[in-house]
């Protein structure tokens, strides 16, 4: 949402809900805000920004007023005003018709949703990252721990816990009830057991042996539990005393529990009892071998189908509509600046993307040549003079096929046209959001790569019109060839911009890197599940009054009629259109567990569809060769160096250790050859990525940086209710690369684990070839210094703790060992206190040192950020000498007093880095005023600054400024074109 003033709107914009009626759109809304905004009946006309609001009983509360149609048939809200937990009006232009029917079509869920979200149509997106969900009771005391209604020794035990990860819940099952005595239960073998013996009809759920104190607490070293008839041991690592809470770590770390390896040898899970038995394969190195016809790889996702529809067959005729869920609320986790001359910045340049290896440039929404800049503004294309500002072009991408601007006419005064003020502005009279506005699909930008004379657009927006140019009406994936690649002659420039050509590929964009001339573009693509499970619902009409067996029967006949044809035809021609892509075989992604169950993995086989698509862009008549796999995934990290582009996914896996699963990273790298690209290795590490930059490649080894999140139910001293424990798990991962003829596995050679104190995860990780540097924080921020010199034995050199963290970390040195760090200040218990930039000296490993630290802010009342904390690309720094140089980095400062915009600043801030200080530069705000002006489209550009000549080009939402960094005069302003329809006018404000 806008943020607006009370002069930008009409004073009578209604409150719909003031006539006792709930306005048409209620129904939508009300899972989403529910009584937060019924309570709001009395507040007839709109409130004033920042003046009081009557507070009531419960939490903060929302107020709508207006109404504007939308191309749904429905009507939305024009306004929306929160009385904030402060007490204060915020007001504010609704969203758009298009983002609000987008986002009511995928609510983003900031309580637990009411059922387990697996069990919902399509993946849910979440908010909050410490929203932690409990569903189901799990049956224990027996082979297996199965979901159900069944107790745990006379105890109802939450099933399963679904935590908010990067906007999407990841769920994992309890292991509880292992390590629960029920009443009446034999004894344990007196010695350990032997794993792989057997233990037919146990009736302990597990035995222990060994034990140690932690915090005054006993605890057993090792958990042997019987499953599937076998022992198996499980090292008791969720009460670690590397990890006891009463005291600092020992300092020899424990190993990080494991995933089953991948396996050398095609190994199989079978579906013998199922409605359709069948083999799939676990990953392995024969998993890389391509399929040499399409008729190899409709056999493959005939099975796949198969697969799915027996899980989904069993799920449905398990259902138990009279199921309760046990829901359970979120559990509550626990320098001074310098002074001196500035050095001269004149005749300096720098204007490369900040890419994370040297010889591959990574795709941004910003480029330059040095003559011209290169900027992505929504469906515009804007290039500009990089040193004059003077505009050369803004090529509008066509209207998708279908999409028309039609004339708007002139203004006329109505209750929702205001005059608008800014500072050194003319009076502009505008529309805001007026009713009946017609929405009007766009393509968007999504990235760009610049070689040699050829501009390479990736947009999305363009997959209706190409899937309606295949002829066909169905499509398994639901964002089918919604990537356009355009790629343009910029020799013309400015008379001209030919398009060289252009080619609709697989799925949305995610990532592109440029390695010479050749480019590799990373797409994927979301099958749409409902569409072809929906048969199988048990609450179809042709399954009313059916036995489970008699369910059973009828599905297997629908799936085999409707479900697997259309199924694997659909995306046998949607993979295979342009011919067969150089995919690696279908498999589930998990090695050879003995403990995991098909229910865990039921939508991991086919998840996603990840293509990476090539090409030579300096050859006279361009060709793509396009690589592929089936992941368990929809999101991931692209790395690439060299010969080798490493696509890192986000899934789960069967972790024995934790006798559950485990957040783990799956790994495919592909060999790059020029401008074509082969599947040629394959692996998993268990934990998650942080960012691309927790992945590197050198002398023939991947390392890459993984944390751990780990639950379990507590019981207090009542014994009665649980809560939910939260520990955590740190490592850097070393992985050989395989041949470089034959591929095969990415194989674990050595590792370091324990880094970090308990519950603390990487903030940040910066790979070298001799060493790494890596943030953990809760409450301090623990610095790491290690060594990867030699690959086989990485080993911790030196640590430093401090206050706050660091986010990202830049190397302003050759040898690497003097590092810039930008993240946030904190104070002992670890309140985030403002933006601070910091100088580590790692030139001792064992003694690292902050010789410098630089605080925006720490006032109470004021929240200061930056967007390099999350995108590196916003980042510059630029050399002036040894160890000497400017940072440049685009920063907001929000102060929350009542009435008073003193103190907030919105633009970028130059700063001097030495190793004698860290002091402000330059400031420069990108807005002008605190009211609202002009009108812009809905895009932004992205907070990116370039250096031409000794004068910086910030560019950040709507304008791009050019200021000479030695004296901080303003050369030049560039204002974003204007919308051609004046009904499609925002406004921008930047706090």
């Known amino acids: 949402t806008e943020q607006i003033s009370h002069r930008s709107l009409a004073d009578d914009l209604i409150n719909p809900f003031i006539d006792g009626k709930d306005p048409v759109w209620w129904d939508v809304y009300r899972a989403r805000y529910g009584k937060r905004a019924k309570r709001c009946r009395d507040v007839k006309s709109l409130p004033v920004n920042g003046t009081k609001c009557t507070k009531k009983k419960i939490g903060d509360y929302s107020c709508f007023f207006g109404e504007q149609s939308c191309q749904d048939e429905s009507a939305h809200p024009q306004v ?11 007001c504010a232009v609704f969203k758009p018709c298009e983002e609000q029917i987008a986002e009511l079509s995928q609510p983003v869920w900031t309580t637990c949703p009411p059922k387990h979200p697996l069990d919902f149509s399509s993946p849910l997106q979440c908010k909050s990252d410490f929203l932690v969900c409990n569903y189901g009771n799990l049956q224990c005391c027996g082979l297996v721990c199965n979901y159900g209604n069944l107790q745990c020794c006379g105890d109802n035990i939450a099933g399963a816990t679904c935590e908010c990860i990067g906007g999407r819940f990841q769920c994992f099952t309890h292991s509880t009830c292992r390590f629960r005595e029920c009443a009446g239960t034999s004894t344990c073998p007196t010695k350990p057991p032997t794993v792989g013996d057997s233990c037919t009809q146990p009736t302990k759920s597990s035995c222990t042996y060994g034990e140690y104190t932690c915090c005054g607490q006993k605890f057993s070293n090792f958990v042997y539990h019987c499953f599937n008839n076998k022992w198996d041991i499980v090292t008791d690592i969720l009460y670690n005393p590397d990890q006891c809470a009463c005291g600092p770590p020992t300092p020899a770390p424990t190993p990080a529990p494991t995933p089953d390896p991948v396996v050398a040898g095609m190994v199989y899970r079978a579906s013998a009892s199922a409605a359709f038995p069948i083999e799939i394969p676990l990953i392995s190195e024969d998993v890389l071998e391509a399929y040499k016809t399409d008729s190899e790889l409709k056999d493959d996702l005939d099975k796949a189908a198969k697969y799915m529809i027996n899980l989904e067959i069993e799920r449905n005729a398990n259902f138990d509509p009279s199921r309760n869920f046990i829901v359970q609320e979120s559990v509550a986790f626990a320098s001074a600046d310098s002074t001196g001359t500035s050095p001269s910045a ?5 204007f490369e993307t900040n890419n994370q290896e040297e010889g591959v440039d990574e795709a941004d929404l910003v480029k330059s040549d040095g003559k011209n800049v290169y900027a ?7 290039i500009w003079d990089a040193k004059t500002g003077t505009s050369i072009l803004n090529f509008t991408l066509p209207l998708p096929e279908g999409q028309t601007l039609a004339p708007t006419p002139a203004p006329v005064q109505s209750a929702v046209e205001q005059t608008l003020v800014a500072a050194d502005e003319p009076l502009i009279a505008i529309s805001i959001l007026p009713p009946g506005r017609r929405f009007v699909r766009r393509a968007q930008i999504q990235s760009m790569l610049l070689e040699s004379d050829r501009l390479i657009l990736f947009v999305n927006g363009y997959g209706e019109e190409a899937r309606k140019e295949t002829g066909r009406t169905s499509f398994a994936f639901s964002d089918a060839f919604n990537t356009r690649i355009m790629v343009f002659d910029t020799s013309k420039l400015p008379a001209s911009l030919p398009l060289v050509i252009q080619k609709d590929v697989q799925g949305s964009f995610r990532d592109a890197r440029a390695i010479g001339n050749n480019i590799h573009v990373v797409t994927t693509a979301f099958w749409n599940r409902f569409q072809y499970i929906q048969p199988l619902s048990r609450f179809n ?4 009054g059916m036995t489970n067996e008699e369910y059973k029967a009828e599905a297997k006949k629908v799936a085999e009629k409707e479900v697997i044809p259309g199924f694997v035809g659909s995306i046998l021609m949607e993979v295979t259109e342009g011919g067969l892509p150089n995919l690696s075989r279908i498999s589930l992604w998990l090695g050879n567990s003995t403990g995991a169950t098909e229910s865990i993995f039921r939508d991991g086989i086919i998840q996603s569809y990840v293509q990476l698509t090539s090409f030579d862009v300096s050859a006279d008549s361009l060709q793509f060769s396009t690589a592929g796999t089936f992941a368990p995934s929809s999101w991931g990290f692209t790395y690439a160096v060299g010969d080798m582009l490493v696509f890192a996914m986000q899934g789960w896996n069967w972790i024995p250790s934790l006798f559950g699963t485990g957040q783990t990273t799956y790994f495919l790298g592909f060999k790059l050859t020029g401008a074509t690209a082969t599947p040629h290795a ?8 942080l960012s691309q930059y927790s992945m590197d490649i050198s002398q023939g080894f991947l390392r890459v940086a993984t944390s751990i999140r780990q639950w379990w139910p507590n019981t207090p001293d ?9 520990a955590t798990q740190n490592q850097i991962i070393v992985l050989r690369i395989p041949d470089e003829m034959q591929g095969g596995i990415f194989k674990e ?5 324990g880094l970090g104190k308990p519950q603390e995860l990487f903030t940040t990780v910066r790979f070298f070839d001799k060493r790494a540097y890596a943030v953990t924080f809760q409450r301090t921020d623990p610095f790491y210094v290690i060594d990867v010199s030699d690959n086989l034995n990485p080993k911790v050199l030196g640590e430093l703790e401090i206050t706050g963290f660091s986010s990202y970390l830049h190397p302003i040195n050759e040898n690497n060992t003097l590092l810039i760090a930008v993240g946030q200040e904190a104070d002992e218990a670890g309140r985030v206190l403002g933006l601070q930039i910091s100088m580590f000296d790692a030139v001792d490993p064992q003694n690292p040192q902050v010789v410098q630290r ?4 720490q006032d109470t009342n004021v929240f200061s950020s930056s967007a390099v904390t999350w995108d590196f690309k916003a980042f510059r720094y630029v050399s002036l000498g040894v160890e000497v140089g400017i940072l440049i980095m685009p920063l907001s400062i929000r102060a929350f007093r009542s009435g008073s915009d003193e103190g907030n600043f919105d633009g970028f801030k130059v700063f001097d880095i030495s190793r004698s200080g860290i002091k402000e530069r330059v400031e420069i705000s990108h807005v002008e005023s605190t009211r609202y002006f002009g009108c812009y489209w809905s895009s932004r550009l992205p907070q990116r600054s370039l250096v031409f000549d000794g004068n910086v080009t910030t560019i950040k939402g709507h304008s791009v400024l050019a200021t000479d960094l030695n004296t901080g005069e303003r050369r030049w302003k560039l204002n974003m074109p204007e919308p051609q329809d004046r009904n499609d006018c925002v406004f921008w404000y930047a706090f």
């Not at 992505?376 to 804007?382: H, P, S």
């Not at 630089?854 to 802010?857: D, H, I, L, P, S």
Request: net charge negative; charged share 25%.
């Open 80 to 90: 929306k005003c929160d009385c904030t937990e402060t007490g204060i009006w915020n």
């Open 346 to 350: 004149e005749g300096v340049s720098d």
């Open 376 to 382: 992505g503004y929504g469906d515009i294309l804007v």
């Open 541 to 544: 009409a042709r399954y009313e």
């Open 682 to 689: 394959i692996g998993s590490t268990p934990g998650f990525l």
């Open 718 to 726: 009542d014994g009665v209710n649980f809560r939910v424990r939260f």
């Open 749 to 753: 050679v050595s590792r370091v684990g």
């Open 854 to 857: 630089f605080v925006v802010e």
